[in-house]
């Protein structure tokens, strides 16, 4: 409850707190029978307490409109920061898969490259070989 709403609450109090106390002194100054007054004073009682009642109820209210207000506030704010958590967490996803994807093509291509490299090494090694052996075989013929 914030500061206003305490010295408003003080101030109806202090007010009704008044008002009974001045009614009271009034009908105690009137000159009245006995029995004339007590039903005055039960009558401005029920009166003040009726006032009294509807003014806390007219609070009431209004704090719980007030309350109601703000945490439906809260909730379209919360609703907010959810769907741009979902909206943000999809992005990652959509770049994390376009990462993955790039990942797997460099991988195929370098695996290609390999396997080109690979044979070419291959073919160069046999070439070697046989030049090796007819060399080897020319010169054990010039011997």
């Given at each position: 409850?914030?500061?206003?709403?305490?010295?408003?609450?003080?101030?109806?109090?202090?007010?009704?707190?008044g008002?009974?106390?001045?009614?009271?002194?009034?009908l105690?100054?009137?000159?009245?029978?006995?029995?004339?007054?007590?039903?005055?004073?039960?009558?401005?009682?029920?009166?003040?307490?009726?006032?009294?009642?509807?003014?806390?109820?007219?609070?009431?209210?209004?704090?719980?409109?007030?309350?109601?207000?703000?945490?439906?506030?809260?909730?379209?704010?919360?609703?907010?920061?959810?769907?741009?958590a979902?909206?943000?967490?999809?992005?990652?996803?959509?770049?994390?898969?376009?990462i993955?994807?790039?990942?797997?093509?460099?991988?195929?291509?370098?695996?290609?490259?390999?396997?080109?490299?690979?044979?070419?090494?291959?073919?160069?090694?046999?070439?070697?070989?046989?030049?090796?052996?007819?060399?080897l075989?020319?010169?054990?013929?010039?011997?």
């Amino acid at each position: 409850m914030d500061l206003k709403s305490e010295y408003s609450k003080g101030f109806v109090v202090g007010a009704i707190i008044g008002g009974v106390a001045g009614a009271i002194t009034a009908l105690l100054l009137a000159p009245k029978s006995g029995t004339e007054l007590r039903r005055d004073i039960a009558d401005t009682s029920a009166e003040l307490y009726t006032k009294a009642a509807d003014y806390l109820k007219q609070i009431e209210k209004k704090a719980e409109e007030s309350f109601t207000k703000t945490v439906n506030e809260g909730k379209v704010k919360a609703e907010s920061i959810i769907e741009s958590a979902k909206q943000q967490a999809q992005e990652i996803m959509s770049g994390a898969e376009n990462i993955l994807q790039q990942a797997k093509a460099k991988a195929v291509e370098a695996k290609e490259a390999v396997a080109h490299n690979y044979d070419a090494i291959k073919d160069a090694a046999k070439a070697g070989a046989e030049a090796f052996k007819a060399e080897l075989k020319a010169s054990r013929g010039n011997e």
